[in-house]
């Protein structure tokens, strides 16, 4: 039930679906002119600001720059990668394919080619009603890390877990028949935050290896440059932004709630 609803409650608190319901409302409630057009214009109000570069790239910049790349990133026993960088294997795809986070693997396959560790834990499994598909996150990420250059047997497969707090759990649940607590963490860097949290209130000693940033530094200083140019870019809304205000909040949203289930 909490993987149910967390797949289905957060949309409708996101900018475009909360947008959407507000609409709903005024178009109820259309007689009363005041509480419409109060809608209205909250439903704009959070689209715009939702759509805005200044507020999805502040939101990314915070989250990502939390963790920032290592000079010198130490050997480990065992790399864990998280599932979400990959598309399954639907026709008419002929294989496995990577998505926009795919760069996780790309940099797992990088740290084990440079022998920064012996093993990969790849950790995802697959929801049937919510992504169908023929096979679950990890076995997808082995075939396209073994393209990569990764032999089958330095990779371990946890295909159980259906969303981070799992991959946590259920990655514990190996390492510690392996006798292992301290690990590198590969993920996109916007969902470090979230992920470093869940594993470490697993008791795991957890490097940080993060990727895939939305927000570089020469594009943080040229965004924020004053100019007429970026006043207009940063303040007209596209859906570009609304897809990465989307993610920065689901973040949040994802982080907020594993405290209060951990705590519970």
Not at 154 to 167: D, H, V
Not at 176 to 201: K, N, Q
Not at 221 to 240: C, E
């Amino acid at each position: 039930m909490f993987v149910f609803l967390s797949k289905i409650l957060p949309p409708l608190i996101y900018p475009l679906g909360l947008s959407c319901i507000l609409l709903m409302v005024a178009l109820g409630f259309y007689q009363r002119r005041r509480l419409a057009r109060a809608m209205v214009l909250a439903s704009f109000l959070l689209l715009w600001l939702g759509g805005n570069r200044l507020v999805a790239y502040n939101l990314a910049k915070w989250l990502e720059w939390q963790y920032l790349p290592l000079k010198e990133v130490p050997e480990v026993e065992v790399m864990v990668v998280l599932g979400g960088g990959t598309l399954a294997a639907n026709p008419p795809r002929l294989m496995a394919e990577i998505n926009g986070a795919g760069d996780r693997l790309i940099y797992a396959a990088r740290l084990y080619r440079e022998g920064k560790a012996q093993k990969l834990l790849l950790s995802g499994g697959g929801i049937e009603w919510y992504t169908p598909s023929s096979d679950n996150p990890a076995a997808e990420m082995a075939v396209l890390l073994e393209l990569m250059g990764v032999p089958r047997d330095a990779l371990i497969l946890e295909g159980r877990s259906q969303n981070t707090l799992q991959n946590a759990q259920f990655t514990k649940e190996l390492l510690d028949a392996m006798g292992v607590r301290r690990i590198l963490l590969v993920t996109s860097a916007m969902h470090m935050p979230r992920s470093v949290r869940a594993f470490e209130r697993q008791g795991l000693e957890v490097i940080p290896a993060p990727t895939d940033y939305t927000v570089t530094q020469i594009g943080w200083r040229t965004m924020t440059t004053p100019n007429l140019v970026n006043l207009v870019l940063n303040l007209i809304p596209n859906a570009d932004n609304l897809s990465l205000t989307t993610r920065a909040l689901k973040e949040i949203i994802g982080a907020t709630v594993y405290e209060w289930v951990e705590t519970d």
